[in-house]
């Protein structure tokens, strides 16, 4: 790889560690100062809604070593091994680079959220969700720019493959991609629900965790409502390999394509709905607007090959 590539990806690395060793730093030099229960959890306004020991400030830096930690894990293996696709020339150069610049990014957000929290907890004071928002928006354009270079990269500099093959490749991508994110939805589910109290009720009793706050219609509801989505995937998932494993036998090339797309789509908008009901916020309209594009043109795309297979016949 690229020596000019290696050091800006070391640099912002290196910045990501100063980051989270000054996030570590700023709450023990915070600690001494603070009470034995503390304000850990924040609400829909910012405000703390969980009172807990203050031995729980320390969960973002936990969160944001073992992040760092798997990640620094991907950056020894993607400059040194093969990353698995076959590509022409510079290209395969060309896409660890674009990788590396990505993950870098992602860590970066990462760091950066927790680096608000921790000025909170440390602070006791409200989370600036405003401000974090607009964060997220750039980093979150900075890393949908870095994969759609990714994916044009792959495009360009890809060996050509025989069709059969090239199928068979997108058909087990599809697979992989859609239960991934699938289970990384359920396990994100899992450590998040045990930290999503709700009502006045929690002051009371601070065994109390039973709502969650739902952005869209501005309430507190139960939060067991959030394992619907869950379920509804892994159903959605499941019934559409079977239909691709029909389509399969059958030959029926346009069915197995439209439910390839349909299983990546899938699985990623349930993704990025469960994190953001888990995070307690607001599902805006152009995410849902995307997405019902993206099924649009799977469905089209779907007609027209339909059409193609029969006018081969």
Same mark, same amino acid.
């Given at each position: 790889?690229?020596?000019?590539?290696? @050091?800006?990806?070391?640099?912002?690395?290196? =910045?990501?560690?100063?980051?989270?060793?000054?996030?570590?730093?700023?709450?023990?030099?915070?600690?001494?100062? /603070?009470? +034995?229960?503390?304000?850990?959890?924040?609400?829909?306004?910012?405000?703390?809604?969980?009172?807990?020991?203050?031995?729980?400030?320390?969960?973002?830096?936990?969160?944001?070593?073992?992040?760092?930690?798997?990640? =620094?894990?991907?950056?020894?293996?993607?400059?040194?091994? $093969?990353?698995?696709?076959?590509?022409?020339?510079?290209?395969? =150069?060309?896409?660890?680079?674009?990788?590396?610049?990505?993950?870098?990014?992602?860590? @970066?957000?990462?760091?950066?959220?927790?680096?608000?929290?921790?000025?909170?907890?440390?602070?006791?004071?409200?989370?600036?969700?405003?401000?974090?928002?607009?964060?997220?928006?750039?980093?979150?354009?900075?890393?949908?720019?870095?994969?759609?270079?990714?994916?044009?990269?792959?495009?360009?500099?890809?060996?050509?493959?025989?069709?059969?093959?090239?199928?068979?490749?997108?058909?087990?991508?599809?697979?992989?991609?859609?239960?991934?994110?699938?289970?990384? $939805?359920?396990?994100?589910?899992?450590?998040?629900?045990?930290?999503?109290?709700?009502?006045?009720?929690?002051?009371?009793?601070?065994?109390?965790?039973?709502?969650?706050?739902?952005?869209?219609?501005?309430?507190?509801?139960?939060?067991?409502?959030?394992?619907?989505?869950?379920?509804?995937?892994? /159903?959605?998932?499941?019934?559409?390999?079977?239909?691709?494993?029909? =389509?399969?036998?059958?030959?029926?090339?346009?069915?197995?394509? /439209? @439910?390839?797309?349909?299983?990546?789509?899938? $699985?990623?908008?349930?993704?990025?709905?469960?994190? @953001?009901?888990?995070?307690?916020?607001?599902?805006?309209? +152009?995410?849902? $607007?995307?997405?019902? +594009?993206?099924?649009?043109?799977?469905?089209?795309?779907?007609?027209?090959?339909?059409?193609?297979?029969?006018?081969?016949?």
């Amino acid at each position: 790889m690229d020596k000019k590539v290696l @050091t800006f990806h070391r640099i912002l690395f290196a =910045a990501n560690i100063l980051i989270w060793l000054g996030c570590v730093l700023f709450y023990l030099m915070k600690w001494s100062s /603070l009470p +034995a229960e503390i304000g850990i959890h924040f609400g829909a306004n910012g405000d703390f809604d969980v009172i807990a020991s203050k031995v729980y400030g320390f969960y973002p830096h936990i969160i944001g070593g073992l992040i760092t930690v798997g990640l =620094a894990v991907a950056f020894h293996i993607i400059p040194n091994k $093969g990353i698995g696709l076959k590509m022409k020339g510079r290209g395969e =150069a060309i896409f660890r680079a674009e990788l590396l610049f990505t993950l870098d990014v992602l860590h @970066t957000m990462c760091l950066v959220i927790f680096a608000f929290w921790t000025r909170s907890v440390s602070l006791q004071v409200a989370l600036p969700l405003h401000s974090i928002g607009n964060v997220i928006s750039v980093f979150l354009l900075i890393i949908a720019v870095g994969i759609a270079a990714q994916i044009v990269t792959y495009i360009v500099f890809r060996e050509k493959k025989k069709g059969t093959e090239q199928a068979a490749l997108a058909h087990r991508l599809s697979r992989l991609i859609a239960w991934l994110v699938t289970f990384g $939805g359920i396990w994100m589910l899992i450590e998040v629900l045990p930290r999503l109290p709700g009502d006045e009720k929690l002051y009371y009793d601070p065994d109390y965790y039973g709502l969650a706050y739902f952005a869209n219609i501005d309430k507190y509801l139960d939060k067991r409502y959030l394992i619907i989505p869950h379920i509804i995937i892994v /159903l959605l998932l499941v019934v559409l390999e079977i239909i691709s494993v029909k =389509a399969t036998r059958a030959k029926k090339k346009p069915l197995i394509m /439209l @439910t390839d797309d349909l299983k990546v789509f899938s $699985g990623l908008f349930f993704f990025f709905t469960n994190m @953001t009901l888990c995070s307690e916020l607001r599902i805006k309209p +152009a995410f849902l $607007g995307f997405f019902a +594009a993206l099924y649009t043109i799977s469905f089209v795309l779907f007609i027209v090959r339909c059409k193609r297979e029969k006018e081969q016949k």
